[in-house]
T-cell receptor, first 113, second 111 residues
Framework: KQEVTQIPAALSVPEGENLVLNCSFT??????LQWFRQDPGKGLTSLLL?????REQTSGRLNASLDKSSGRSTLYIAASQPGDSATYLC????????????FGGGTRLMVKP | GAGVSQTPSNKVTEKGKYVELRCDPI?????LYWYRQSLGQGPEFLIY????????DSGLPNDRFFAVRPEGSVSTLKIQRTERGDSAVYLC?????????FGEGSRLTVL
């Protein structure tokens, strides 16, 4: 059974810092990995999708990397802003494109002005 | 609409009652997923549809939970004899080519 762990569970940083969120998974035979953002009381917003054949994906100030062999992904946020405050969730999919995602517990990020 | 739509956004019910939660996926998305999220935790998988059929229902916790997608578009999650432990946010997502897009969720409170 795939297990996904996110460290740290919570993080508080001053505005402007670069930061790294970590995600690890136990079964390296993944199909893809997706990072999401969740604001309080809201649904999940997709940030980045990395296919198993890719090493990283970038969108604006966000960069996600994938190391399948070690079962790890990192989400790098550059020049953090108070608007980045949210919970960040990573999720992995085994097997094919239609299979379910297994989520980590999330990292609650607070960026202080 | 442009995104995944879920109704109701909030539902308060009494223990033992029957509840239906509706999901309207993004038009053309063939895959539809239901997840359940408790406070402070990541979403937990319930069931996945490919078209009209349930391709994987291994996450349904017991036989009080059932979901349908009769025409391959809108889906309904049905919970019978609700219990206080069913209180959570129920999230729906749809997908066409692997990337999941989520709705805002239905918050269920069982008193």
């Amino acid at each position: 059974k795939q297990e996904v762990t996110q460290i740290p569970a919570a993080l508080s940083v001053p505005e402007g810092e670069n930061l790294v969120l970590n995600c690890s998974f136990t079964d390296s035979a993944i199909y893809n990995l997706q990072w999401f953002r969740q604001d309080p009381g809201k649904g999940l917003t997709s940030l980045l999708l990395i296919q198993s054949s890719q090493r990283e994906q970038t969108s604006g100030r966000l960069n996600a990397s994938l190391d399948k062999s070690s079962g790890r992904s990192t989400l790098y946020i550059a020049a953090s802003q108070p608007g980045d405050s949210a919970t960040y969730l990573c999720a992995v999919r085994l097997g094919g494109a239609g299979n379910m995602l297994t989520f980590g517990g999330g990292t609650r990020l607070m960026v202080k002005p | 609409g442009a995104g995944v739509s879920q109704t109701p956004s909030n539902k308060v019910t009494e223990k033992g009652k029957y509840v239906e939660l509706r999901c309207d996926p993004i038009s053309g998305h063939t895959a539809l997923y239901w997840y359940r999220q408790s406070l402070g935790q990541g979403p937990e998988f319930l069931i996945y549809f490919q078209g009209t059929g349930a391709a994987d229902d291994s996450g349904l916790p017991n036989d009080r939970f059932f979901a349908v997608r009769p025409e391959g578009s809108v889906s309904t999650l049905k919970i019978q004899r609700t219990e206080r432990g069913d209180s959570a946010v129920y999230l729906c997502a749809s997908s066409l080519s692997g990337e999941l897009f989520f709705g805002e969720g239905s918050r269920l409170t069982v008193l």
